[in-house]
């Protein structure tokens, strides 16, 4: 299993992509190109205006409260409630984890072929580790010179 940070950009207008520089408290949000693959098969319905386009904020915090859930082995539904998309639902059972896209409540309907795609607990913590260093990296070195709170406080986190 891998979750791979391809870039980002600050949205803009419509699908306009700005230079990362551009982010400030007005404008706090990180959108790009994240590559999840389980196996050899690439996870669908990754993005607003196309699977390059993920709001990389939301999916950094979602992602931290589906580890803190199933490090209770509680499920967890990672459900963005935009119109037409799914949701993601995960499960543990010890060491396995399992993944099926269900409907989201912004109308997205389930995938058949995405129930119960089984992939290893500890794969999704090194994952999301290495997704939060590489995004912290991109946006120390791209970014602008003073982060939004927002970022400032993901940041402060125990990575």
Not at 6 to 24: F, I, S, Y
Not at 53 to 68: K, Y
Not at 76 to 101: H, K, M, N
Request: aromatic share 10%; glycine share 10%; hydrophobic share 35%.
């Amino acid at each position: 299993m891998r979750i791979e940070l391809r870039g980002a950009h600050v949205p803009g207008e419509g699908n306009e992509r700005r230079p990362l520089a551009a982010l400030c408290e007005e404008e706090p949000h990180v959108h790009g190109e994240l590559a999840w693959t389980l196996g050899e098969r690439r996870v669908p319905c990754m993005g607003f205006w196309g699977p390059d386009d993920v709001c990389l904020g939301q999916w950094w915090d979602e992602l931290t409260r589906a580890v803190a859930a199933l490090s209770d082995r509680q499920p967890y539904t990672l459900d963005t409630c935009e119109q037409g998309d799914p949701a993601f639902l995960f499960e543990r059972t010890d060491a396995s984890l399992y993944l099926s896209i269900v409907a989201g409540t912004g109308g997205g309907a389930p995938h058949p072929e995405w129930q119960n795609a089984e992939f290893a607990w500890d794969d999704l913590g090194a994952a999301l580790r290495r997704f939060k260093r590489d995004l912290r990296q991109l946006l120390e070195l791209s970014g602008p010179p003073v982060l939004p709170e927002e970022w400032k406080k993901r940041f402060s986190e125990q990575v």
